[in-house]
Every structure is written in C-alpha cells, then in structure tokens.
C-alpha cells in the first residue's frame, strides 16, 4: 500500500470514529450519571461479567476499574 492510500485509510477511519462518538454524546441521559454513581459508591468489588464478544469487552473493562482503583 503507498503512503498516499494509507493516509487517506487512516483520515476515514478517524472522520468515521469521530461521527460514531457524536452519535454516542447524542444518546447520553441521565441514565449514564446514574450508572457513574452507582459504580463509584461501590463499596466493594464491580462484577463485570459476558461472554463472546461482549466477554471481551468486559474484561477490558474490569482491566480499566482495576487500573484506576476499582478492582
């Protein structure tokens, strides 16, 4: 692939990345505050659970509470 082509693959992978994450900050409400609260009064452990594609997810999830303090 030459430099030009990869350029432009990597401009339209970030312009369609941008217009999902306007999507998604469209969709946010007050359930999502609810969610943050919940999650940082936790006293003890959050329990992430899934499985498949959503199993994976949820591990990078757990990995991410863990890293900041919320194992």
Avoid: W, Y
């Avoid at 992430?48 to 959503?54: D, I, N």
Wanted: charge should be positive.
């Amino acid at each position: 692939m030459n430099p030009n082509n990869l350029l432009s693959m990597a401009k339209q992978v970030i312009e369609i990345e941008a217009q999902a994450c306007q999507a998604l900050s469209s969709r946010l409400d007050g359930t999502f505050i609810t969610a943050c609260e919940l999650i940082l009064r936790c006293d003890g452990r959050v329990i992430v659970t899934g499985m498949g594609k959503s199993g994976h997810i949820g591990g990078k999830i757990a990995a991410t509470l863990a890293s900041t303090g919320t194992p």
